[in-house]
């Protein structure tokens, strides 16, 4: 387990992560001041951390998800989003997070609920609460 909730950080490097076990199955960043999770993905793949089963990117400041995320996150199984600043999420984005049991989207600024939750078979929670929907198609 990595925790590093409750500081200020507003980026990962590249190579903050080069150091950890490629073991590691659970990253903790809740309440930072990430923006952008590039950098997060582009650390996570070079550090070649293929087991992380949980990532906690509650409250921060994340705007949207890079392309890459489902490239990197395949064996992840719980992901929180909660109280961030997506207002977007593209059709494909989780499509290679077969595994993931819960997604959490709630407070964030989301205003169309399009088709991303058909990629996954074992999705057992799901949290959308206090977004600004305008419209629900699926």
């Known amino acids: 387990v990595l925790d590093l909730r409750e500081n200020e950080l507003q980026h990962i ?4 992560l080069m150091h950890m076990s490629n073991n590691l199955e659970q990253i903790n960043l809740e309440s930072n001041r990430l923006t952008n999770i590039k950098d997060l993905i582009a650390s996570i793949s070079l550090a070649k951390i293929t087991s992380l089963l949980a990532l906690n990117l509650n409250l921060n400041l994340i705007e949207k998800l890079d ?3 489902n490239e990197i996150f395949f064996n992840l199984q719980v992901l929180q989003l909660k109280g961030n600043r997506i207002s977007f ?3 494909n984005i ?3 997070l077969v595994n993931l ?3 959490s989207l ?8 399009n088709q991303f939750v058909d990629k996954f078979s074992v999705l057992k929670f799901l949290n959308l609460d206090h977004n ?4 629900i198609s699926y």
């Not at 709630?106 to 609920?113: E, I, P, S, T």
């Not at 600004?132 to 419209?135: A, D, T, V």
């Open 106 to 113: 709630g407070n964030n600024r989301l205003r169309f609920f």
């Open 94 to 96: 989780f499509k290679n």
């Open 132 to 135: 600004n929907f305008e419209k």
């Open 67 to 69: 392309e890459k995320f």
């Open 101 to 103: 049991i819960e997604l």
């Open 13 to 16: 490097s590249n190579l903050s």
């Open 89 to 91: 999420i593209g059709r």
